[in-house]
Each structure stands twice: as structure tokens, then as C-alpha cells.
């Protein structure tokens, strides 16, 4: 009996290899979860991901090590050691890296092409805090008990066929933690959008896998590139360029821009009532402004890139890819020639405002691709309790207010980019922010939809106030966009009685396509205009007004005011509508009528034409992409970005603010003799009274 007992002791356990092997796993995996809770904020939520938060390390950990066992005698327990020493200095680097940048290292970086070295070398000292060593702990006090031989090491040999186990019971776990993150968050590996989420769910071993096929994938498109393969493009681009229009051309030159982005907002809110209530009373106000030209054939044109797509589509008029994100996987390493960028050249400070962490969708990196000189994200506004944020972050209230304190100190003109948030599925609201009616077609995700998007109406009524009150309305151009649907296919039933439709067809669909576009600006000649497009075409559309001819920059849309413009809206998938016809998969609709047809000869041939120009325009877009064409390519006068111009390091950027009100005192904040304007800044939010 004692003996059975003694073989159970964890010192006899330990002078066997495999309870070694264990022992050494488990450490390893005990400190890669307190660096996951302490050195990284991953906001694992709830007790599922809590959870799998607490597990991921397990499965690579048991996988990687055990690749020791396969070998005998000491070699074996170096090997296990050096394993260690290699996972831990993986471990060590992203602490440090994730300090500068909140985003872990990718291989790109890695092979010296990104920013890193510029930011990170020079202070690499000064960001290493001497509690990140402690990842070595383990190691050392491993070694030290083999030195000592108060752990013996085993020298009975290790059956091959046991160590393959080992492996495969790994596989099978690592197989199995997929399945379970993959029931959490669906499109993990596929749609991309943050590596935060690839960590927390499958963690940094799956990681760094992952990263080194998506730059492997990256740099191979963009070796086999060659400049040559701008031609076609530009064949295509001289063929389809639309001329301004005199009537709107240069009609809001030298104004601020503000582009607000109106989160899941689909264009049927506009106008629309609950209980006779209209959900959106300040939008629609805007709509029928004088000074708005308020699109109502205006379409989404995103894929699983979702947000992230129409940021590429709006700024670049590139389209997003057919799978993944594009700002994910080609944000960092691709050449662009983006709005920021181009109104950066022409003399205006240009800023992003989000209240997500910044690594969703890559938007850390990418904006600086862009050329975006300020980045405020999460960290840059202070949450004075939990109640600020909901879902993925900031509430609208309070991110619009939070943003105004930062907006009064650009120098003017800026081009400022605000990304709303509350209006995002599970469209949750608490009921200390809402009065207004969910409605009543049963469907629980549908339902609160009006009651979000009311409430981010109601904050963009404050900001609206704001900026009236300070004078930035008469100064700006205020330009409004639904990055995407907010109700999906998927609730055809909800969709039916929200339009009042018995049924609901695949026309029915693609017209619920349709999102905001506005644009405001004393002076202009507003209106509803009629004409087709998409959010490809905000670009080219934006820069008319702003008085750039923009004859030479590689931008697939066209100015939806331009007498040229074609009017044929691309989806991602190859569909198209055009104001003759709808086409989804197979059908062909009429669009006035909705009408399903059954195309005769010369249709069929107009229909095709229609197609070879949407498949043309969506392939030569994504080979920009894929190739990084745009580093081979640049517009007159247009100065190549340097990522490295920028930093989003909260100290950083608010000194930076600091210095400019002197060197360029043209912000509100500088003309209002140096006193903040925040006086003028009236808000309902309940958190903040
Ligand atoms: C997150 C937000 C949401 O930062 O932009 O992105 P989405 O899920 O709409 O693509
Ligand atoms: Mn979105």
C-alpha cells in the first residue's frame, strides 16, 4: 500500500519523463494564462471565454513539447528546455511589443519590412519593465532542480509510438478548443478581424501559425506582382472616369470634413416610425436639409471584411476582398493612397475616432497606411465607470462628447472620421438610455435594431448641436454613411414585416442593400438625388466637392454627381443593380418594378455587359490589393506615405495636440483664446450627470 503510494508522489512523477513532460507543460501554461490576464488586455467576457481564455495554451504547449519526447536519454530534457526557452521568448516579445502597439507581433513585421524597428529600437530599454523576465522563472527553476538532481532524469527509453500519441492527443485537443472558440465567434480564422481575438480564443502559439500564413499569403501575391500590372488598370480607370460637375465642383473647398459613420444603419430608418414615433427624427432632418444632397439609391458594397470594408471602400474607393479583410491582412504592408493621406498633403490635420480597442480590424496599422495623423481610440477616452461602454465599446453619447474635447484642438481644416458603435448587433441598449419602442415582428435580434439606431440618433443630434453652437457647422462638410446592413438575410420573416411586404424576395433583399449617404455644407445645393452607387464612389465624390479634380489617383468609384457617373453598384459576390436591372445569382429583376424576367436577346446581351463590367471592376481592385499595384504607381503631386511619420501612443499624441496650438493656432479651441469650448457641449447620457 505505501509503496503504491509512494509511486504517486509528485517527486517519483517527476524523475519520470513523461510526468516531467507534464510538469513542464503545465507551468508553461499556468504563466502564458497570468501573462494573458496581466500583460494583455484581451477582454475575454463571460464565462465561456473565460474559460477557453484559461485552456488555449494547453493543446500547442502539449503539442510543441512534446516533440521532446521523441528523442532520448538528456537530449530529450534540453530539448524540452530549449522548447521552453523558444515558446517563453515568443511570450516575452509580444509583452513587449503589445505595450507599445496593444497588437501582438506578426510575422511581417518580424521579417523587418513594418514600422517596428523605427518605434520600437530606439526605446527598446525603456519599454521592457523588469517583471517581464519572470517568463523565464520556470525555465530557470527547472534547470536548477535538473542541476541539483532533485529531478533525475530518465534515461529509460521512450516508445516513439507513445510520444505519437502524445502529438495526436494534442491535435485532437487543439481540434476540439477550435470547435468551442469557433462556437463563441464564428469566422475566427476566415474573417480575421482582430488579433486580440485570435489570441484570446486559440492563443499565441495558433497565433503565430496563423500570422505566418497570412504573411506568407501577402508577400507571395506581392512578390509575383509587377509594375506592369498597373496597365490594365489604368486602361480601365481612363475608360471610366467621371468628369466633375460644375454645379457641386469645389463647392465645400477648404472646409473641416467630418465623416461620421453611422454603424449598421440601413437607409429604410430613414423616415421610418415605431408606434408613429419616428426613430430617427434629427438623420432625416438632416436628410431633407437644403444644404444636403441626401442619396436613396445608395448601397453597401461590403463582404466579411464587414466595417472594415466600407473604411476601404470609403477611403480608398478600393473595394474589400471577396474573403477576410483587406485593412487585416494588406492594412500594413500595402502602399495606399487614401483620403487621410491626400488631404494631409493639401494641408489639413486629419484624425480617427473609435471607442473599440484599436487592433479591431487592424485599424492600428492600417491607419497609418492611410495616413491618418491622430488615432483615438479606447485608451484615449477615459471611462469613469463600466457603464460607459456597451457591447464593443463607448456608448454613442458619450464617445461623441469625448471626441468633441479632442476635435476643438485640431487645427483647421481637419478631415476627422468618426465610427459609432452602439448601433452593432446584439443592438443592446440599457434601459436608463432608451424610451423608444423596440417593434413587434417577434424576432429578438431585430427588435431593439430601432431602439439603438434612435438612440445614435439622438447623439448625433448633440454633436450636431455642438457643432453649431461653436461655429465648426458653417466651417465643415458633414458627410453621413451606413457602413453596412444591420439586420441580415437571415431574418426574411422580420424583414417582411418591417416593410410591410408578404413576402419577401431576392430583389426585396438587395434593395435593403441600400444605406445613408448625406452631404451637408452651408452653401450647397441640396436635394435628394437619385442616381445609383455605392459606397466605392464616396471618394471620388468627396474630393469634387472639396474642389480636387482627382483625375489621376487609381480609385474605383466615381463621382455619384457627375453627369458620367454609370450608375452600376458591384457586390462583393458579383450582383449587381443598376437602374434598369437587379441581378442576384442566377435572377435578373427589374429594378423600377422588381419584377422577375426572363431576359430576352437583347437583355441577355446588355445583362452580360453589365456583368464583365462588375466581375472587371472587382478582379483589377482586388490585384491592386493582392499586389500592392499602388507602390508602383503615384498620382501627381502626391507624396508617398511614410507609416513611420506616425505614432497613436496616447502620450505622444496629446503632446503633439499641445505643441500644434501653438504652431498652427487655427483649431476652436486656439481661436477661443485658448479656452475649451466643452462649455457648449450639451449631453442627456445618464452616465455622465
Ligand atoms: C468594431 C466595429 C465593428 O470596432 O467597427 O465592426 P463590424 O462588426 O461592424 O464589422
Ligand atoms: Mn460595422
Known sequence: MSGLKNKFKLKNVLNTRLGFYIFTVLLFCIKTYLVYKTKFTLGAKGSLQEFILAINPIPA?????????????????????I?????????????????????????????????????????????????????????????????????????RPFKKWKAGIVSLISLLLMGSE?????????GLLTRTFDNNYIVK???????????????????????????????????????????????????????????????????????????????????NKFYHNKNTVGFDNFYHQVAQGKTSDAEMMMENSLFGLPQGSAMVTYGAQNTYQAAPAILDQKGYT????????????????????????????????????????????????????????????????FYAKLITLTNHYPYEIDKQNTDFPATTTGDKTVDPYVQTAHYLDQAFAEFMDYLQKTGLLKDSMIVLYGDHYGISNNHRDAIAQLLNKKEITSYDLAQFQKV????????????????????????????????????????????????????????????????????????????????????????????????????????LSDRVIYGDLLRFYKPKGFKKVNTKDFTYKYTTALDNLKKIQTEKPTSIEA???????????????????
Not at 359 to 387: H, I, L, M, V
Not at 524 to 542: F, M, Q, R, S, V
Request: a neutral charge; proline letters at 3%.
Open 61 to 81: 504547449a502539449l503539442l510543441t513539447f512534446g516533440l521532446a519526447l521523441y528523442f532520448s536519454g538528456k537530449l530529450s530534457y534540453w530539448l524540452l528546455m
Open 201 to 283: 480564443y486559440l492563443g499565441l502559439n495558433e497565433y503565430a501559425v496563423f500570422s505566418a500564413y497570412q504573411t506568407q499569403k501577402e508577400t507571395s501575391t506581392r512578390s509575383k506582382a509587377r509594375a506592369s500590372d498597373m496597365n490594365s488598370v489604368l486602361k480601365y480607370l481612363k475608360n471610366n472616369r467621371a468628369k466633375e460637375n460644375v454645379q457641386y465642383f469645389g463647392k465645400a473647398k477648404g472646409k473641416n470634413v467630418f465623416i461620421i459613420h453611422l454603424e449598421s444603419f440601413q437607409q429604410f430608418l430613414v423616415n421610418y416610425k415605431v408606434d408613429g414615433k419616428e426613430v430617427t427624427p434629427t438623420i
Open 83 to 155: 522548447i521552453d526557452f523558444i515558446e517563453s521568448t515568443w511570450i516575452f516579445a509580444n509583452i513587449v511589443y503589445y505595450r507599445e502597439f496593444s497588437d501582438f507581433l506578426s510575422m511581417g513585421i518580424i521579417k523587418g519590412s513594418g514600422n517596428v524597428q523605427n518605434n520600437l529600437g530606439k526605446s527598446l530599454m525603456e519599454i521592457i519593465h523588469p517583471s517581464d523576465f519572470l517568463v523565464y522563472l520556470d525555465i530557470i527553476i527547472l534547470i536548477v532542480l535538473l542541476i541539483v538532481k532533485a529531478i533525475k532524469i530518465d534515461y
Open 350 to 413: 486629419t484624425a480617427a475616432f473609435h471607442g473599440d480597442v484599436p487592433s479591431f480590424w487592424n485599424r492600428d496599422s492600417t491607419y497609418k497606411s492611410w495616413g491618418y495623423q491622430y488615432f483615438f481610440s479606447s485608451e484615449y477616452y477615459k471611462q469613469k465607470s463600466a457603464d460607459y461602454s456597451i457591447g464593443y465599446g463607448l456608448k454613442d453619447k458619450i464617445f461623441f462628447k469625448d471626441s468633441a474635447n479632442y476635435i476643438q484642438q485640431l487645427p483647421q481644416p
Open 671 to 689: 481661436k477661443n483664446d485658448n479656452q475649451s469650448t466643452m462649455d457648449e457641449y450639451k449631453t442627456d447620457a445618464p452616465e455622465l450627470q
Open 178 to 186: 477550435y470547435s468551442l472558440a469557433s462556437s463563441d465567434r464564428s
Open 516 to 619: 445613408p449617404f448625406m452631404i451637408y455644407s452651408q452653401g450647397l445645393k441640396g436635394g435628394i438625388n437619385h442616381n445609383y452607387g455605392g459606397e466605392i464612389d464616396a471618394l471620388p465624390t468627396l474630393l469634387h466637392l472639396l474642389g480636387d479634380k482627382n483625375n489621376d489617383t487609381i480609385q474605383f468609384g466615381t463621382d455619384l454627381l457627375s453627369k458620367q457617373h454609370k450608375q452600376i453598384v458591384a457586390f462583393r459576390n458579383g450582383d449587381f443593380v443598376t437602374p434598369k436591372y437587379t441581378k442576384v445569382g442566377n435572377d435578373v429583376y427589374l429594378t423600377k418594378s422588381g419584377n422577375k424576367i426572363d431576359p430576352n436577346e437583347k437583355q441577355k446581351s446588355e445583362i452580360a455587359q453589365l456583368q464583365n463590367h462588375v466581375t472587371t471592376e472587382l478582379s
